[in-house]
């Protein structure tokens, strides 16, 4: 017989379950089994069973659920060697059990034996047997009595017992460099438990090892908020310092090297076994090399990529005083403290600073769509910072570097550009950001100077809001080919009109698909407030929540506009104070999800009403946790929830409204080849294209409507008229961020053997990519399952020779993006492997066969 403690109460006896009597017997056992092989008193059983007012047939009472207690343990009146006893034994009863019977001391031995693991330092036994612990688990303990209003101390203790081996497991998946796979966890756990600084601090490490900066001081901020809101204290040493070396990307925060190498892969919450990729072999070109050949050490990794570089030159002027040293020094290091924190708020790096001169990078090491705003932003920021305590001068250029990328250690960059920035930065006057013109062109948040400046480059005035109505003005792009998925949304709003219930929709898609053009189609004949996320900003993630607010009314009259709706009173009070605060989102709004719910119903009440929420992939976790609270618990109103959303967003919640029977999803698939002819005819100037061209435009947009608006804007420029007498077309800058942002998303080593994949040739199978790059075969056709499951690659059956699985790219754009990163030395190396396999006669098919 088994006692499962660790959720709902059950005992199972052969697998089978027991079945217990009324509230009071499982009560008292659950109650002895929290004390098993120890005496309880009568008095303290009592006390727990009633907590408050004790019946006078209390012990009556107790003597029939113990009574009927024994009758379940010995079913058959004699007990067999081993089993559970219910013994009487003053001042009490005794429940014998053996220990191995009860999950709560099972849980308690492995959590034990992972803190030993962990205290030695042997974090993957560590990790392997807390999750084995952890595993136990069913729910909250004794799930069904709580239920019923049960809440003895013991629970609480038993809660932290779990808490502490939850900490305890990410610290040692942490060790390991399983970043990746615990982000998840923890950030679900600390919405529950904010106050719990070792858990915001473990994911605030994970978040920086993913390349997520800006996040984890978001995090860092929020817990701050609690802990100073909640209970007047700041957070300990340990998390101030851990904030203070992620702004200054301390080295202590890097994986070490050997870990570095054979961290696991992770690809949401159904990915197969976990993928280890051998580093490259530096010796000569061997068709295969084995995991155990290749020798431990530092890798950097050098890589073509586009960067925006940020210099600032901060003259200390009177604020160092005389000139002493000290007084220098102290005004250095409080520049150096702003440039680091902006430049870190807005995703990029600091590469470091020569006296006065401080250099910071973005798109470095992963590559966001918009770093030239980001670097602008930033730049601007330092600016006004500084204002009071020095005199600078800022440039910021854009363009193509060579990029190293350490193992451990702060990435490099170099080229012209950098020269460039230097001169510009030179030439910018005191408290003036100047940027070259590529920086001005791939910016859409900035207000510039109307002129260029006569010595070269532009002046950045300021920044405007990325949100809603400030964003770029979208072009008009015909609605082709979503003429189905526009006839799912009408008729679903149709239903929520006509039966007056809750619906929500999400339209998922890649960067360009046609997700906004989607439902703006749908807007255009339906009242809609809509509310959009954006990658960075001043809004904390809240931006949505903040639009739809403004949508309904202006911030100054919205007292009144709430009075109009639900009259004057508390309710309209409660309304103003809950939706008020997000006019100037920051990292101390305090959700009040009823309050927010309360609003939209009873809008929704009024007219029936469609939400869009646009990009919620960027949205913070309040908001994701918000529509799907509201999904829940909205009440019988007309409303249609609409949000748009990458794929991104199922890595952050694998179940996002799995199950549920008020909620849809679209998936939006690039455009057909003649539906990118249609469009790219109304999108050009009118001319004759030669057919040559014609292939070439269809074949690179790749059914994507802003590849095809980004063409058609390149075609009509007239200093690329020499482009069309042939068949070959640049690469617009917009799409080639777009596409390097998505494969900056792929873990490290996957992108390596993606890489290798590019310059094997438009067939690739595992054997081919393996020699390209001197990795184990049987690694890289993991890893290439990984990338068709991301959707870089396409399965094209398997090779005729050596009977491997064979892939090609889904989009050409991505192919040729991904080879022009690598560096033409290397790319000429790893083309000299792959010739030499592809030349080798596939005599021995077996050794050849990796997939």
Partial sequence: MRFHLLGSLEVLDDDLPVPLGGVKQRAALGFLLLHANRVVATSKLLQALWQRDVPPTARKMLQNAVSGLRGVLTPHGSAAEGSALLLTHAPGYLLRVDQNSLDLSRFQQLAEQGRGELSAGNWPAAARVLRKALSLWRGPVLADLVETGINWPELTAIKDWRLSAQENCFEAELACGRHYEVIGELESLIEVEPYRERIGGQLMLALYRC?????????????????????????????????????????????????????????????????????????????????????????????????????????????????????????????????????????????????SVFLAMFGVPKTAEDDADRAVRAALAVRDRLASVADVQIGVATGDSLVRLPAVGTPTATGVLLDQCRQLMALAPLGAVRACTSTREATVSVTWEPDGAPTGGWQAVSCVSPRGADRRARAAVPF??????????????????????????????????????????????????????????????????????????????????????????????????????????????????????????????????????????????????????????????????????????????????GGKRNATTISLEPLSHIGTRNLLNSLLPTGELSAELWQALVSCVGGNPLFATEYARMMADPRLLCVQNGNSLPLPPSVRGVLTAQLDSLPFEVKAVLQDAAVAGDLVSPGAVAATGGRDALEVAKALELLEQRDFLRRQGRNSETGEIEYGFRHELVRDVVADQVPRAVRAAKHERAGAWFDEPALNLTDRRAG
């Fill in 211 to 355: 390349g997520r900066q800006v996040d984890a001081l978001s995090v860092y901020r929020r817990t701050r908020a609690a802990l100073v809101e909640e209970l007047g204290l700041e957070p300990g040493r340990e998390l101030q310092e851990l904030e203070r070396a992620i702004l200054d990307h301390a080295p202590v925060l890097d994986l070490p090297p050997s870990v570095q190498r054979r961290h696991l892969l992770a690809v949401g919450q159904t990915s197969p076994a976990p993928v280890v990729i051998t580093a490259p072999a530096a010796a000569e070109p061997a068709v295969a090399v084995p995991a155990a050949t290749v020798p431990a050490r530092d890798v950097t990794t050098v890589e073509r990529k586009l960067v925006s570089v940020v210099m600032v030159s901060a003259q200390l002027g009177l604020a160092a005083g005389d000139g002493d040293p000290e007084d220098v020094d102290a005004v250095h290091q409080e520049v150096a403290a702003v440039v680091a924190a902006e430049v870190s708020r807005l995703g990029g790096v600091v590469g470091g600073n020569v006296g």
């Fill in 480 to 657: 082709v080919e979503r003429e189905r998925e526009l006839l799912v949304l009408q008729g679903i709003l149709e239903e929520v009109r006509t039966r007056r219930r809750p619906h929500f929709v999400t339209v998922l898609g890649e960067a360009g698909v046609g997700k906004t053009r989607l439902v703006d189609e749908l807007a255009s004949s339906a009242s809609a407030l809509r509310g959009t996320a954006t990658a960075f900003g001043d809004d904390h993630g809240f931006g949505p929540l903040a639009d739809v607010v403004s949508g309904f009314s202006p911030f100054e009259t919205l007292r009144a506009a709430l009075a109009s709706l639900v009259g004057v009173g508390e309710l309209a009070d409660r309304l103003h104070g809950s939706l008020a605060c997000l006019a100037s989102p920051g990292a101390g709004v305090q959700p009040d999800f009823p309050s927010w719910r309360r609003f939209l119903e009873e809008v929704a009440e009024s007219s029936p009403l469609v939400v869009l929420l646009e990009d919620v992939h960027w949205a913070n976790d309040v908001v994701l946790d918000f529509v799907e609270e509201l999904s829940e618990h909205a009440g019988s109103v007309p409303l249609l929830v609409i949000a748009t959303a990458r794929p991104e967003l199922l890595q952050r919640r694998p179940s996002w409204f």
